[in-house]
């Protein structure tokens, strides 16, 4: 039998130091909510890949779709030859996408390269070159999607130059100090001091940051930026790659404020595990772009497409939207009742089972070490769980949604018993 070390030395001779990992034992195989390690060793599974098993580990029918299109087709490049699985989930996500406009979508690999897309898409269908996003934000890890992300380490420290031409406004967040009417205020100083709003070819925002700490923008204001946008012709792009899929009780986040994006960019739990992500927008938009201007070697693999048919029927099927807010109030419930006992305990929050809390230290300041020891003490009892946030604070939950019961109130569990032994050390 492997063991955990032996993959561990492996890996530090071999893979660069810049791959971050959380743990040093080796996943060998999961399902639905767990995972166990090359050792035998079980993990309750709170992190969820990041948030890509909405459907949990080898949902059966992901699964099985993989292997009846694995004896079929594997790969033939959609661009060279083109083939069904990419054109149904073409149309199943165009139907699916909010408002009345007739869409499109395109098909990529990755959440960055499907950012990378809606913002070439954006400036071709409207000749302008700026671009707004957020503070606290994460649109991956390439040139313009580091230039886009709203957080300095570990993503953007020592790779600049970024892209020109991307503006940054503060995320609403009364948590922290900045009100709805803040941001609004430094969006119009914005466009008085620093870029005329008829050169801004799109504003991005992730409907609730990932990344930045699970903090939801209201419908309210999502509603202000989309009155604000078509005032001055600017494309809005919603950022749905960690919220999208069912997590926050809706198919998309969006849908929680009633407003219909001009671009939507998606991946992770689209697939249940396969790498697929992709762009939706307005067909009058995705189709400015000339034949060959978008594409990708892989976007839209045969197997990927499956897995994603198959994860749309299961979220439909097994009621997974009503399932999220089921998830959402145990893990709420779970830690109410830990701050009762919990001081540092704070900002409890979600939206649907997109969840989170704060730690903060006795000062009422985030408290950064204590979320990062909780992480390796609860790993150490068999709990994945993962934080986050611009002060790397937060503890959120990306637990999949059809783990049971019994595994949520397993999970709470044993947070408050690794608190507590921090706590008394």
Known sequence: MTTNTHWQALRERYVPKGVGNMLQAYAERAENAQIWDVEGNAYLDFAGGIGVLNVGHRHPKVVAAVQQQLDKLMHTCFHVMPYAPYVELAKRLSEAAPGPSLKQTLLVNTGAEAVENAIKIARAATGRSGVVAFSGAF??????????????????????????????????????????????????????????????????????????????????????????????????????????????????????????????????????????????????????????????TYGGNPLSCAAALAVLDVIEEEHLLERAEQVGELIESGFTTLAKDFAAISHIRRLGAMAAMELLDAEGRPDAALAKDLTQKAASKGLLLLSCGVYANTIRVLVPLTATDQQIQQGMGIIGESLAELFAC
């Open 139 to 296: 649109h991956g890890r390439t040139l313009m999607g580091m230039a886009l992300t709203g957080k300095m380490a570990p993503y953007k420290q020592g790779f600049g130059p970024f892209p020109a031409e991307v503006y940054r406004v503060p995320y609403p967040n009364p948590y922290h100090g900045c009100s709805e009417e803040d941001s609004l205020t430094a969006l119009h100083t914005l466009f008085k001091m620093d870029i005329d709003p008829k050169r801004v070819a799109a504003l991005i925002i992730e409907p609730v940051q990932g990344e930045g700490g699970f903090y939801a923008a209201t419908p309210s204001f999502m509603q202000s930026l989309r009155q604000l946008c078509d005032q001055h012709g600017i494309l809005l792009i919603v950022d749905e790659v960690q919220s999208g899929f069912a997590r926050t009780g809706k198919l998309f986040a969006i849908e929680h404020a009633g407003i219909e994006p001009d671009l939507m960019t998606v991946a992770k739990s689209l697939a249940g595990g396969m790498p697929l992500a992709g762009v939706i927008g307005k067909a009058s938009l995705m189709n400015v772009p000339e034949p060959g201007a978008l594409g990708s």
